[in-house]
């Protein structure tokens, strides 16, 4: 029986995992472990088993119990407050972010919620930005209950200090939408109202109907002038407060002059206005900000420390009870108690258990750190293996985490992007235009009054640069859906430009340059036969530590019964099997003589069986794939890496990036960040491609911060730029890609300036007037929206994005 | 002619309506999640899953008078 099932390894029905270590059968159906079992269970009792019937497997492994106590301080009503959004007598409104959340099957449960609860009245999904909405019945079910309901199904929400600092999250401003509707709508009717004017045979109809037209025309562009097209003229105006000329200058000169030029027109009954041409200038220059403010708002680009800490923490009374405590609500001297995988929220020495630190999430440092009783453990690092009980000696406040994020270099000045291509032609485009306008106004006055006036607005109207203005932001828009269709997800659009100009590239080493999870592991000494292979293989699977599980899962074969098995924290493991004593660990722990250890600086872990040394496993560090093809790329680049690691890689990592690169080793937080302010004060455009948040100064203060990350809807940072860690090998080439849109934009300002010439010459003519400006204006921006559309379409695929 | 007066007034008055409309759209978030609400609607009803329990009491019984 047992060998027909190992040969046969049956999934999951709930979470798709092979069911190796245990096969627990229910109602016909195999589960992995209980956790998966008591989730169908639970369906099955309310009648929710279509959850199945959508997708196969759709569960999230149960493997992980939730300990339903760590929720307490959901009761305390401090912290509800906080993070419900609405509150009356009778029900309560709260948004949870669960990123568990991944197919049709969880929307479908998430949103049957209430057949599982009664008290649940209503639950939304927002898919994309993996939230769910509940409305519940605040006396027939408490907060707590909610969230222990969705920790029972699989869908436990992520709550984190954040959410409880009564820092809402803003929601995605709809402003835009609305001055788009506004102006579509006044566009599409005046437009209507205009066409008489554009064929000669309803000459009549304009006659008797011309300033009816046009007055209804005027009161439809009102609302388009101050509401929609108010963006423009407050931006130019900001501009000139700062002595400085931006796109948006010559776009309010060009609409003031359409707008003023129209109202005198129809008041004076003189011609019909220009309000069509008004109109549809701020509908498409709007559509061009729309684009530039698309981004990606399911991913998290600002978030700091407190996004990481959990909300609350296990604290020991005297009396020896556990309650959950808010995290802000710590006090110097509590006794909390952290469990495997759980994150220490404050500065705190250790008083019982064997503390294993990972703080790859501070330090970067890939290996966990062993701390004995009495050593202070700062806050930020994570737990591994079994539960320890530490002593707060800080409050979260005053932690060394929190205190190094509050440090002022931490915070990035909002750069108002001056020098955008954009910006700098605006500036020599209202020269020249305030040029030609003074120079027709000579010309024609001597001659007529009337025409010096009409050439004069004429060429204020016809400078507007509004396919200028569209240029940039259509280029750049499709330029970060081509990046995110390659999983590299950029903060806005104004970080295609910065890309553009980088000359400086610092690299973080662990987990940036090296692959955190595939270290490469080696054996050296005499060759293990399979049976010594499974007896390593057995005595390992008692061990959490994590070298430990490395070595476990590259060996091959079953494991089998272990007695007198013993594990000596930070030495070695010891184990009995067919009655020879296995021992596995340190040099020191095996007996090695001290000068008979190579290499003391790489990880070893070495085996004895009864006491002969058979050998040791080496773990190296293995670069990304394609690192080498990429620092070809950079060569024309200054290079640096920035590590926090200690030098033994260095010979590595000079052949890598060649002689000239910067390596720095034993690098703090705060050195990472001084040394891109060093090369920012060389006149360098730095960009920073880092993971932890030990990286998280240097990205902020980098002008180009990139997050490189394993799973995009987790863990990163804040920064400009998201990069999936599996489209790290096209890093130089999204760079390059950014330094050939730039010429893009510069071929569209080519097409949109030919326009503008042929304007210019009849404005100057005097020969401008509403049906030609009603023709040109629409054939210059749509030929500008296809040119940057296309062109940026046939460069990605000709740089194979 | 003078019917466009009347005509133009109803046309304003319907586009009108339909920005309204399209306004309170947005308002109501109509446009925040526009990936969801395709999933959700081609969700069966709860009918599938009584008749598939029903067909399995069915084929119980068929079994017990077989047997």
């Known amino acids: 029986m047992e060998a027909a099932l190992q040969t046969n390894v049956q999934t999951c029905y709930h979470c798709g995992d092979s069911c190796v270590d245990e096969l627990i059968l229910a109602d016909e159906k195999a589960f992995c472990c209980t956790g998966c079992k008591n989730v169908y269970e639970l369906l099955e009792e309310n009648n929710l088993c279509s959850y199945y019937n959508l997708e196969e497997n759709p569960g999230i492994t149960?493997?992980?119990?939730?300990?339903?106590?760590?929720?307490?301080?959901?009761?305390?009503?401090?912290?509800?407050?906080?993070?419900?959004?609405?509150?009356?007598?009778?029900i309560c409104k709260i948004t949870f972010y669960t990123p568990q959340m991944h197919c049709s099957s969880c929307i479908w449960l998430l949103e049957n919620l209430f057949k599982l609860n009664s008290g649940v009245s209503e639950s939304t999904v927002n898919f994309l930005r993996k939230e769910v909405s509940l409305t519940y019945f605040h006396q027939k079910v408490s907060l707590r209950e909610v969230v222990t309901l969705l920790s029972r199904i699989g869908y436990e929400p992520e709550i984190t200090l954040a959410d409880t600092d009564g820092k809402?999250?803003?929601?995605?401003?709809?402003?835009?939408?609305?001055?788009?509707?506004?102006?579509?709508?006044?566009f599409g009717n005046v437009m209507l109202l205009a066409f008489p004017d554009y064929l000669a045979f309803t000459e009549g109809l304009q006659r008797t109907f011309g300033s009816f037209f046009g007055y209804l025309s005027f009161l439809l562009a009102i609302p388009v002038f101050f509401y929609s097209a108010r963006g423009f003229f407050t931006?130019?105006?900001?501009?000139?407060?700062?002595?400085?000329?931006?796109?948006?200058?010559?776009?309010?000169?060009?609409?003031?002059?359409l707008f003023f030029t129209s109202i005198y027109q129809v008041v004076t009954g003189t011609g019909p206005g220009y309000f069509d041409s008004f109109t549809g200038l701020v509908f498409f220059m709007l559509i061009g900000k729309y684009f530039q403010q698309k981004t990606y708002d399911t991913l998290s680009f600002d978030r700091d420390y407190t996004s990481y800490f959990p909300v609350s923490v296990t604290v020991l009374k005297e009396n020896g009870d556990e309650e959950a405590v808010a995290v802000?609500?710590?006090?110097?001297?509590?006794?909390?108690?952290?469990?495997?995988?759980?994150?220490?929220?404050?500065?705190?020495?250790?008083?019982?258990?064997?503390?294993?630190?990972?703080y790859?999430?501070?330090?970067?440092?890939?290996?966990?750190?062993?701390?004995?009783?009495?050593?202070v453990i700062y806050a930020?690092?994570?737990?591994?293996?079994?539960?320890?009980?530490?002593?707060?000696?800080?409050?979260?406040?005053?932690?060394?985490?929190?205190?190094?994020?509050?440090?002022?270099?931490?915070?990035?000045?909002?750069?108002?992007?001056?020098?955008?291509?954009?910006?700098?032609?605006?500036?020599?485009?209202?020269?020249?235009?305030?040029?030609?306008?003074?120079?027709?106004?000579?010309?024609?006055?001597?001659?007529?009054?009337?025409?010096?006036?009409?050439?004069?607005?004429?060429?204020?109207i016809i400078a507007c640069p509004c396919a200028l203005s569209l240029a940039t932001p259509f280029v750049h828009g499709h330029t970060l859906r081509v990046f995110g269709r390659n999983k590299f997800y950029l903060k806005n659009t104004a970080v295609v430009e910065t890309l553009a100009k980088i000359d400086a590239v610092v690299f973080?080493?662990?987990?940036?340059?090296?692959?955190?999870?595939?270290?490469?592991?080696?054996?050296?000494?005499?060759?293990?036969?399979?049976?010594?292979?499974?007896?390593?293989?057995?005595?390992?699977?008692h061990s959490t530590h994590p070298l430990s599980q490395r070595i476990f899962q590259s060996l091959n074969g079953e494991t089998i019964a272990v007695e007198n098995f013993q594990e000596f924290a930070g030495k070695g493991l010891v184990g009995e099997i067919n009655g020879s004593i296995v021992r596995i660990g340190s040099a020191s722990y095996i007996g090695v003589k001290a000068d008979a250890v190579k290499d003391t600086l790489k990880t070893t872990v070495y085996v004895s069986f009864d006491g002969v040394i058979l050998g040791y496993y080496t773990f190296f560090n293995v670069y990304r794939q394609g690192l080498k093809d990429i620092l070809n790329d950079l060569k024309d680049k200054k290079l640096a890496v920035l590590s926090g690691d200690n030098d033994h890689e260095e010979a590595r990592l000079k052949e890598l990036l060649g002689k000239e690169a910067e390596l720095n080793f034993n690098q703090s937080p705060v050195q990472k960040l001084e040394y891109i302010q060093q090369l920012k004060k060389q006149q360098h455009q730095v960009m920073m491609v880092g993971d932890g948040l030990n990286d998280a100064g240097a990205l902020r203060q980098s002008d180009a911060g990139i997050a490189l990350t394993n799973s995009i809807t987790n863990f990163s940072p804040s920064c400009d730029a998201i990069l999936d860690a599996t489209a790290f090998e096209k890093?130089?080439?999204?760079?390059?890609?950014?330094?050939?849109?730039?010429?893009?934009?510069?071929?569209?300002?080519?097409?949109?300036?030919?326009?503008?010439?042929?304007?210019?010459?009849?404005?100057?003519?005097?020969?401008?007037?509403?049906?030609?400006?009603?023709?040109?204006?629409?054939?210059?921006?749509?030929?500008?929206?296809?040119?940057?559309?296309?062109?940026?379409?046939?460069?990605?695929r000709r740089a194979g994005l | 002619m003078y019917i466009i007066f009347l005509m133009i007034a109803v046309s304003v008055t319907v586009a009108t309506a339909f920005l309204l409309a399209f306004l309170w759209a947005v308002r109501s978030g109509q446009y925040d999640d526009d990936y969801t609400p395709a999933v959700r609607m081609l969700f069966d009803n709860e009918v599938t899953t009584k008749s598939n329990k029903k067909t399995k009491e069915e084929q119980s019984i068929e079994k017990s008078l077989q047997s």
């Open chain 1, 62 to 90: 149960g493997k992980k119990p939730v300990i339903e106590s760590r929720f307490a301080y959901l009761d305390d009503a401090g912290v509800e407050a906080q993070l419900i959004s609405f509150k009356d007598d009778n």
């Open chain 1, 168 to 186: 809402k999250t803003i929601k995605p401003s709809r402003t835009i939408i609305y001055k788009l509707g506004i102006a579509g709508f006044s």
């Open chain 1, 235 to 257: 931006s130019a105006w900001e501009g000139i407060r700062q002595r400085m000329v931006n796109i948006d200058l010559p776009i309010a000169t060009g609409l003031l002059a």
């Open chain 1, 328 to 358: 802000r609500n710590l006090t110097v001297g509590d006794r909390i108690r952290i469990r495997n995988q759980e994150l220490i929220p404050a500065d705190a020495i250790l008083l019982r258990g064997t503390a294993l630190i990972d």
């Open chain 1, 360 to 375: 790859s999430f501070v330090s970067g440092e890939s290996e966990p750190v062993e701390k004995v009783m009495g050593e």
């Open chain 1, 380 to 460: 930020g690092g994570r737990q591994v293996g079994e539960s320890i009980e530490l002593e707060v000696v800080k409050e979260v406040s005053q932690g060394y985490l929190t205190q190094l994020w509050n440090d002022s270099f931490f915070s990035k000045e909002e750069n108002t992007s001056v020098n955008t291509y954009a910006n700098i032609a605006g500036k020599w485009f209202i020269i020249v235009t305030m040029l030609v306008a003074a120079g027709s106004l000579i010309y024609w006055v001597p001659r007529d009054m009337e025409m010096a006036m009409r050439a004069f607005t004429s060429v204020l």
């Open chain 1, 508 to 541: 973080d080493k662990t987990g940036t340059l090296t692959e955190p999870s595939a270290a490469e592991l080696n054996y050296t000494g005499k060759a293990l036969t399979a049976e010594q292979e499974q007896t390593i293989k057995s005595v390992l699977s």
């Open chain 1, 731 to 796: 890093l130089s080439k999204f760079l390059k890609f950014s330094k050939t849109t730039m010429t893009l934009i510069l071929l569209t300002f080519a097409v949109s300036l030919v326009y503008n010439v042929i304007g210019l010459t009849m404005a100057v003519m005097g020969l401008f007037t509403p049906i030609v400006s009603a023709i040109l204006m629409p054939i210059s921006t749509l030929s500008v929206m296809t040119f940057a559309t296309l062109s940026v379409k046939f460069a990605a």
